[in-house]
T-cell receptor, first 112, second 116 residues
């Protein structure tokens, strides 16, 4: 079992819809969670960090964290074609605060 | 806003050669991380430095070494290069090194290393 797992995708949504991306992690002691967006051949771009249970909103993006279920998600509202990319869930596993462990990524395609 | 700078952006080397990748963190950031991303794979953590000291170590081959200098820039030295070392190498930086939680890491544009 991978330490960080994402739904395999690819995920295709129409423009203007809500895209929902999911991620689970194995270590119950993990405290720090991040979502990155990566366009093909480019570097990961930080979308959001989340540390506490509940929702955190930033513009069209909402991250949700449920530590009891070891689950973190990212919602993208009003999806745009420019949101088409690979979305990476990253976790500081356990007490490894100095390194990120990534999921395999979910490819999102937003079609007009 | 200033971002992480990496050089060179592209590098072609032959097997058994050496390579040096450089990373200049965002101004005021004191922690640097190195990641390797193979084709179709997620980034894999290699090593990190905080205040010029190694702070964490991942799956970095013994052929690789790294250090952080007094101006906080970092260099990744790779020797006896193998075909399997061909990958994107990212440097990331953060302000502070996590003690209770992980800090947000901002990635540079990467160095694409091709070993022939």
């Amino acid at each position: 079992q991978k330490e960080v797992e994402q739904n395999s995708g690819p995920l295709s949504v129409p423009e203007g819809a809500i895209a929902s991306l999911n991620c689970t992690y194995s270590d119950r002691g993990s405290q720090s969670f991040f979502w990155y967006r990566q366009y093909s051949g480019k570097s990961p771009e930080l979308i959001m960090s989340i540390y506490s249970n509940g929702d955190k909103e930033d513009g069209r993006f909402t991250a949700q964290l449920n530590k009891a279920s070891q689950y973190v998600s990212l919602l993208i509202r009003d999806s745009q074609p420019s949101d088409s990319a690979t979305y990476l869930c990253a976790v500081c596993i356990g007490t490894s605060y100095g390194k990120l462990t990534f999921g395999q990524g979910t490819i999102l395609t937003v079609h007009p | 806003a200033a971002g992480v700078i990496q050089s060179p952006r592209h590098l072609i080397k032959e097997k058994r050669e050496t390579a040096t990748l450089k990373c200049y963190p965002i101004p005021r950031h004191d922690t640097v991380y190195w990641y390797q991303q193979g084709p179709g794979q997620d980034p894999q953590f290699l090593i990190s430095f905080y205040e010029k000291m190694q702070s964490d170590k991942g799956s970095i081959p013994d052929r690789f070494s790294a250090q952080q200098f007094s101006d906080y820039h970092s260099e990744l030295n790779m020797s006896s290069l193998e075909l399997g070392d061909s990958a994107l190498y990212f440097c990331a930086s953060s302000l502070g090194s996590g003690v209770v939680v992980g800090y947000e890491q901002y990635f540079g544009p990467g160095t694409r290393l091709t070993v022939t």
